[in-house]
């Protein structure tokens, strides 16, 4: 039997966000497991945005015997075209332009983000903070602001209130990961983001410093966090809370150690951390 066009757009826009969805699944499964708490429509905008900046990251940090530029370009020029057609043959990208447009998400989030991706494919160096600082910006800032647009949902003062909670959260959980991939950064990419540590390995002292700061930037996430709507709010406080825990991870093991092998959070702790979030939520003890 021949489906309306309606039903069969319909039908298409299901099966883009399943594949956001898949795509969060199969690359994160710590964050799936949190994009899980959100309710439907939420979710679904967030697992778009994640597919999005997934796919991107992938094209520069894994697809090494390929154009890395001419990829990255299509990319962008097929995401506009998407935007401006309001359609898509590449399911992530047509997801991701409906959650653009429904969360009046703002074009300079994702251009900065861009930016930053494109600097991955030939910058391998970041020699002082501003440097860094600005690639953050481009690479997590951003993206916090993209689901603090689908958190906020319209709502202005609430978005300008927690603007710079969900740019901290972003800059910390971006700084974790470079810590935890340290090893994979600068011996296998050749790259390098902390100027402290330049391209050779970080010593104890080094480290301390850089938990410290990343610390500082959970600290005033956390703040922010507590002020999120509702719906929004216990998503992201596992998200936190499983982020945190691998920074305590980190800070404990030795850096010889953080060069040999990638810290992770357990699975059983993180089924803990789930749990315990989600009774703190229930009554109301965040």
């Given at each position: 039997m021949k489906q309306s066009s309606g039903n069969s757009l319909e039908l298409y826009n299901e099966l883009s966000y399943?594949?956001?969805?898949?795509?969060?699944?199969?690359?994160?499964?710590?964050?799936?497991?949190?994009?899980?708490?959100?309710?439907?429509?939420?979710?679904?905008?967030?697992?778009?945005?994640?597919?999005?900046?997934?796919?991107?990251?992938?094209?520069?940090?894994?697809?090494?015997?390929?154009?890395?530029?001419?990829?990255?370009?299509?990319?962008?020029?097929?995401?506009?075209?998407a935007y401006k057609q309001g359609i898509s043959l590449n399911p992530l990208?047509?997801?991701?332009?409906?959650?653009?447009?429904?969360?009046?998400?703002n074009d300079e989030f994702i251009q900065d983000f861009l930016l930053s991706m494109k600097a991955d494919i030939e910058k391998k160096e970041y020699k002082s903070k501003s440097e860094m600082n600005d690639y953050i910006y481009g690479s997590a800032d951003v993206v916090g602001l993209m689901c603090l647009k689908v958190f906020c949902n319209g709502n202005a003062q609430l978005f300008q209130s927690l603007l710079i909670p969900a740019m901290r959260l972003g800059s910390a959980f971006q700084k974790v990961n470079f810590l935890r991939d340290l090893r994979e950064d600068l011996e296998t990419l050749g790259r390098s983001y902390f100027p402290e540590v330049s391209l050779n390995k970080p010593d104890e002292k080094t480290k301390a410093i850089l938990v410290e700061d990343i610390e500082?930037?959970?600290?005033?996430?956390?703040?922010?966090?507590?002020?999120?709507?509702?719906?929004?709010?216990?998503?992201?406080?596992?998200?936190?809370?499983?982020?945190?825990?691998?920074?305590?991870?980190?800070?404990?093991?030795?850096?010889?150690?953080?060069?040999?092998?990638?810290?992770?959070?357990?699975?059983s702790k993180k089924v803990m951390l789930l749990v315990t979030s989600v009774i703190k939520h229930k009554l109301n003890l965040e």
């Open positions: 399943e594949l956001s969805r898949e795509i969060t699944r199969k690359y994160s499964t710590s964050f799936h497991s949190a994009t899980t708490l959100f309710g439907k429509e939420t979710r679904r905008a967030i697992q778009s945005i994640y597919g999005f900046v997934r796919l991107a990251d992938e094209i520069v940090d894994t697809f090494h015997d390929t154009d890395k530029q001419y990829l990255l370009d299509k990319f962008e020029a097929d995401y506009y075209d990208l047509h997801s991701f332009q409906s959650t653009v447009k429904k969360y009046g998400i500082k930037d959970f600290a005033t996430a956390l703040e922010g966090i507590r002020k999120l709507p509702d719906d929004s709010r216990l998503a992201v406080m596992v998200a936190y809370r499983y982020y945190t825990r691998l920074l305590k991870n980190i800070k404990k093991t030795p850096v010889q150690e953080l060069m040999n092998r990638r810290i992770r959070v357990s699975d």
